[in-house]
């Protein structure tokens, strides 16, 4: 596996510190927090610390959405959140074409076709956070503060 990705390839572009965290990837993990679920226990860290990366829809507008992994998006807080009326998951396919990455593999750093991102506020308390690095079976841990920074993403209270 190679842990050079289009995400760590930004964050490094904009001298930010992070570390790796490779892990046996499960294409069998169910798709409703499953995969973040199975990433948080193949690598130790407890799932609140363990953000999945989503794409949504909200009204037509494409975003990025990133949470703790032991919870579900509220899409009426999104919207609200985003000054829309509507959200909506956005199809497979379409993320994996906007973003650049397999669904799995998805990474909120580097993607082709970057959305506006809004990062869970509670997921802010932590030190550091694990997100996906752009592929499947590669985390990296950075902090809050500087995955916001790099993202330019704003923190909202958006999932239960």
């Known amino acids: 596996m190679s842990m050079a990705t289009r995400a760590t390839r930004a964050l490094d572009a904009a001298g930010v510190a992070y570390r790796l965290h490779p892990y046996d990837y499960d294409a069998e993990a169910s798709t409703a927090g499953g995969k973040g679920l199975q990433a948080a226990a193949a690598v130790g860290a407890p799932p609140q610390r363990v953000l999945k990366t989503l794409m949504a829809w ?16 509220h899409p009426k807080a999104l919207a609200a959140a985003a000054g829309g009326k509507g959200a909506k998951m956005m199809e497979v396919a379409e993320a994996e074409r906007r973003t650049g990455y397999k669904v799995g593999g998805i990474s909120p750093f580097g993607q082709q076709r970057p959305a506006p991102v809004w990062i869970e506020r509670d997921a802010m308390a932590a030190d550091s956070v694990f997100v996906n690095a752009g592929q499947r079976g590669l985390l990296l841990e950075i902090s809050p503060a500087d995955a916001m920074r790099v993202l330019k993403a704003q923190a909202v209270a958006i999932s239960r």
């Open 58 to 73: 909200v009204d037509a507008r494409p975003v990025c959405v990133v949470i703790p992994s032991d919870r579900q998006l």
